[in-house]
């Protein structure tokens, strides 16, 4: 069960109404007016909580579980065990997580600008918005509706917020661009200048970075990850991807759209990336490189060359997976003959 003190629970819901709202179905129409309590996983629930199963991994934990219903396939029914309530759905997982959010939703934004907030005469701050404690808003920035700018956080000269963004608390913001619904967690960095240097004998003399970073709409940035503006050009992030925390993003990156990244993923300068591509953490990209949409990147992974629509990769350096796994399991076998 989730502490009250950070997660606020609403009132039980009917089973009927659930699979009303999510368009799922109950396995027995007679489970309607069972109350639904809470959500929790299969190895924790009790008797007034649903869970849910998906892989046949947790198998074992369904055999025993004590919840009060499941949301599962139909195909997996006949796993489940005696007197359990079904609700039937294609995608258990996704029913699941939609009816937590229902069970526990977002605070309300209160509108409201704190004492403490610097807000440039030539800012525009659209209806709605919240600004915390110590927050700067620089001139000539433009921030949509309903936005909420986090403490100590700063949004530069000129920036751009489209409506229901969220900004955690000491983020900072320049050079940037944003679409509607971008939440960037705490500590991010935004548009901060790229790391590009021309050696001249035993000097390093930095190279201009006069270019922007655009983030698409329904993007999400982790806590402390870095996503650095252009050179000449911008750096990308495409609408709906999703990066976890401590990710870099070096200058001019083009990345897609609906890619999810890892933890501590870095990506090297003027790389594109396709739409729909998974990179595990600590996955390290060369720069100048293309990523072909829909492309797997296994964690720890460095990728030096180019990556095929749909390949899946792994290893340092990276090469298809199965070419990696082979070249694995060939060194353990020489290993172990050596040994003897």
């Known amino acids: 069960m989730a502490d009250p ?58 055999a025993t579980t004590q919840a009060g219903a499941i949301f599962i396939r139909r195909e997996d029914m006949g796993l489940a065990p005696a007197g359990c309530r079904l609700v039937i759905a294609k995608h258990s997982y996704k029913s699941f997580a939609q009816l937590a959010k229902m069970l526990y939703p ?50 530069g000269r000129n ?8 900004i955690g608390a000491n983020v900072t913001l320049s050079h940037a661009i ?34 922007r970073v655009l983030i698409g709409a329904d993007v999400e940035i982790g806590a402390n990850s870095t996503i650095d503006r252009g050179a000449s050009g911008d750096t990308v992030i495409g609408e709906g991807s999703m990066l976890d925390n401590l990710c870099q993003i070096g200058h001019n990156v083009v990345l897609g759209r609906g890619c999810i990244l890892s933890g501590q993923v870095g990506i090297s300068g003027s790389t594109v990336v396709g739409d729909y591509v998974m990179m595990g953490g600590q996955a390290g ?34 090469q298809p997976i199965r070419e990696h796994f082979r070249q694995t399991a060939w060194l353990k076998k020489m290993s172990i003959k050596g040994e003897r």
């Open 106 to 155: 977002p605070p309300d934004l209160v509108p409201g600008r704190a004492a403490s907030a610097v807000i440039d005469a030539t800012a525009k701050i659209g209806a709605g918005c919240r600004i915390e404690a110590g927050a700067v808003i620089e001139a000539g920035a433009e921030i949509g509706a309903n936005c909420h700018i986090g403490a100590n956080s700063v949004v």
């Open 5 to 62: 003190r950070f997660h606020p629970r609403q009132k039980p819901i009917r089973l009927g109404d659930v699979v009303a709202k999510l368009g799922d179905e109950l396995a027995n129409p007679a489970d309607a007016d069972f109350s639904v309590t809470d959500v929790a996983a299969l190895d924790i629930a009790t008797g007034q909580d649903i869970s849910f199963y998906h892989d046949a991994k947790y198998r074992p934990l369904l």
């Open 285 to 318: 990209l060369a720069d100048h490189l293309t990523i072909g949409s829909q492309a797997k990147i296994a964690a720890k992974s460095g990728v030096m060359r180019d990556v095929v629509a749909g390949d899946t990769v792994a290893g340092i350096p990276a």
């Open 159 to 166: 920036c751009v917020m489209g409506e229901n963004c969220h």
């Open 178 to 211: 944003l679409g509607d619904r971008v939440r960037l967690l705490p500590g991010a960095r935004i548009g901060q200048p790229g790391f590009g240097f021309l050696r001249d004998g035993a000097a390093f003399y930095p190279l201009m970075q006069l270019g």
